[in-house]
């Protein structure tokens, strides 16, 4: 006897399936996880990497899937894969699915008693200031018997706990290349710092500027542990200006926003976390190429280390939460 599908009751009280039994029949979760394995990636080839399977596998599940459900899910370009209309839509349903199957089955791990895991995470400041609080309240939600463990610092000391085994990811803008040897980076997003000045600032009424008219003001910097000192330090050198004369290194943002506001300083400001903290009205961004300072903010792995479901989900969170302005949900 075939088994009998889960069912629901229509309006005229009568039982149907939940899935029609040609859908129960035929769609697999494999089918979900990679469509949105090629909707992350972009392409055949990425999803491959990422599922340890051949190109023409992708291919074949894709296929399989969209003669399934009777619709074209994605553009074959030439460049790669771009969902449709019908795709992008049924590639959001497609997460919630897969993400409430894991909710589930972590509340009925949870209920038996299974021993609480620990997420140990690393973040820098504007990492930690932009996306923890939201990405950690929905995290705690589907791992409620889950400790989470945040250590917030510059990056030399996370990179020293990352290889020690102290924490398990980092939340952060990505080193230099001498520094990622033995790890891996996934990026998340693009974030450029600024110089930022209170409204009432000299340089604020001045609309031609140079990086030598930054000289005569006090400049709020990052730490040199940091990943953006390295940068500023660059883009000086390449506009012929040596160490600046009068510079407070700091690492507490509250400290420096409330500075900048006060006295008449220069705030090197990541551009994300002014418009998550709402300061582009109350600070003014100075018209000063800083192309030089944009990098990425991803996360950041022990390159040998496995995946496990926390870390995993983690990563899904901060993933979705990069197309919303940065602070908000």
């Not at 018997?145 to 610092?153: M, T």
């Not at 803008?173 to 001498?178: D, F, G, K, T, V």
């Not at 040897?181 to 604020?204: C, K, T, W």
């Not at 090197?268 to 961004?285: E, M, R």
Request: glycine fraction near 8%; aromatic fraction near 4%; hydrophobic fraction near 45%.
């Amino acid at each position: 006897m075939p088994p009998r599908q889960p069912a629901r009751i229509d309006a005229g009280g009568a039982r149907r399936p939940l899935l029609s039994p040609a859908l129960a029949a035929r769609l697999k979760l494999r089918h979900l996880s990679c469509f949105l394995e090629v909707v992350e990636g972009g392409s055949l080839g990425a999803a491959a990497a990422r599922l340890h399977v051949t190109e023409s596998a992708v291919s074949k599940t894709i296929g399989e899937l969209e003669e399934i459900l009777g619709a074209q899910l994605f553009e074959r370009l030439r460049t790669g894969m771009r969902p449709t209309a019908v795709g992008a839509a049924f590639g959001q349903r497609a997460r919630e699915i897969l993400q409430g199957l894991q909710a589930a089955a972590d509340q009925a791990g949870n209920c038996g008693n299974r021993r609480q895991a620990t997420l140990r995470m690393g973040a820098m400041p504007i990492a930690s200031a932009i996306y923890l609080p939201t990405v950690l309240q929905h995290f705690v939600e589907h791992f409620p018997r889950c400790l989470v463990e945040v250590i917030v610092g510059p990056k030399d000391t996370l990179l020293e706990d990352l290889r020690q085994g102290k924490v398990d990811v980092i939340v952060g803008r990505l080193p230099p290349s001498e520094d990622m040897a033995g790890l891996s980076f996934e990026q998340i997003m693009l974030d450029q710092y600024v110089f930022a000045v209170a409204r009432n600032h000299p340089l604020a009424r001045r609309k031609r500027l140079g990086m030598r008219d930054l000289m005569a003001h006090t400049l709020i910097t990052p730490p040199k542990q940091t990943v953006v000192w390295d940068e500023v330090r660059r883009l000086f050198l390449a506009n012929g200006i040596g160490e600046p004369p009068r510079v407070i290194e700091i690492l507490d943002l509250n400290f420096a926003r409330a500075f900048t506001l006060r006295h008449k300083a220069v705030w090197i400001a990541s551009h994300s976390f002014l418009l998550a903290q709402d300061l582009v009205g109350p600070l003014h961004i100075l018209p000063l190429d800083t192309a030089m300072l944009e990098a990425p903010i991803g996360l950041i792995r022990r390159a040998e280390a496995g995946r496990d479901d926390t870390q995993a989900l983690l990563a899904e969170l901060v993933r979705r939460h990069r197309g919303a302005r940065p602070g908000q949900g």
